[in-house]
């Protein structure tokens, strides 16, 4: 069966350090994959998204960036973070014409 | 740009009220709709998808959904809520084109009173 994991659940970083959260997926083979970002009263954003490995396509300017090693495998980073990247960070995967199906989420505060 | 629009941010309803929340979305050609809900401290879960065929889609847990396609529009409804729907309601579109990516609303928190 095609399962998504997603880590970690939470995480409390300061200003100023990295980020790596790590998404991957079982059971299926080159799905598109998702980053999203659902900060606290707004809606989701999407951050990033994956046809394929190596595929990269970046939908908003931010010190983030993504990553995909592996086909089933991908990365969310950051060099250096900042007090507006607290949120709630959702990694995401489809395959065509089929419904979005969404790991449990990471919820990052940055202190 | 394609876009969709969910205009009830808040929504305050006590119990057994029925309840519609409206969604809209900006692309001319075909589209799959889903609305997505998310209940406090969980993730996102799927209600109900249409793809094609009937335009009233049925979903878990009594909702259904009406496309009209002539509005731009795929409209949540439950003709009686219960306290257990208080959550945060995504309504989501992917556009048949090259990208294909998937698009959300902003999403309309529901509120309900026992």
Redesign the interface.
Known sequence: SQTIHQWPATLVQPVGSPLSLECTVEGTSNP?L?W?RQAAG???Q?LF?SVGIGQISSEVPQNLSASRPQDRQFILSSKKLLLSDSGFY?CAW?E??S??H????TRLTVT | AQSVS?HNHHVILSEAASLELGCNYSYGGTV?L?W?VQYPGQ??Q?LL?Y?SGDPLVKGIKGFEAEFIKSKFSFNLRKPSVQWSDTAEY?C?V?PYSSA????????TRLSIRP
């Open positions: 598109n998702y999203y707004r809606g989701l999407l998204y959702l489809e065509w014409n419904p979005l969404f790991g449990n989420g | 969910q799959n889903f997505y993730h996102l799927l998808k793809f995504f989501a992917i294909s990516k998937i698009i959300f609303g902003s999403g």
